[in-house]
């Protein structure tokens, strides 16, 4: 089995900033793309930031130049720093990571529980 474990939500004012961490744990043999989406009340989720292995990254022109992306493979961890918060970036934020399991061989993506993110204006 494989869990990803978000932390690091929360609620900050118009132009703070959060870091959100998610640990990957399990029958792990590799990781390739790991990514971030946000899901708001009564819209689609959708891609906020993607990274893969040798660490090539990829944002929409929502979050880019504000939101970075990071990972740290020795720890199986990928990072979302987000800085200059909106109010319109309030959302549930899940963690997606493509990971081959162990005893398999299989690669299937795996999605984390969610963390709520609230930016007041």
């Known amino acids: 089995q494989v869990q990803l474990v978000e932390s690091g939500g929360g609620l900050v004012q118009a132009g703070g900033s959060l870091r959100l961490s998610c640990a990957a744990s399990?029958?792990?043999?590799?990781?390739?793309?790991m990514a971030w989406y946000r899901q708001a009340p009564g819209k689609q989720r959708e891609l906020v930031a993607q990274?893969?292995?040798?660490?090539?990254?990829n944002y929409p022109d929502s979050v880019k130049g504000r939101f970075t992306i990071s990972r740290d493979n020795a720890k199986n961890t990928v990072y979302l720093q987000m800085n200059s918060l909106k109010p319109e970036d309030t959302a549930v934020y899940y963690c997606?990571?493509?990971?081959?399991?162990?005893?398999?061989?299989?690669?299937?993506?795996?999605w984390g529980q969610g963390t709520q993110v609230t930016v007041s204006s």
């Open positions: 997606n990571a493509d990971i081959r399991d162990l005893v398999s061989g299989r690669s299937r993506d795996y």
């Open positions: 990274i893969t292995k040798s660490d090539n990254t």
């Open positions: 399990g029958r792990i043999w590799s990781i390739n793309v």
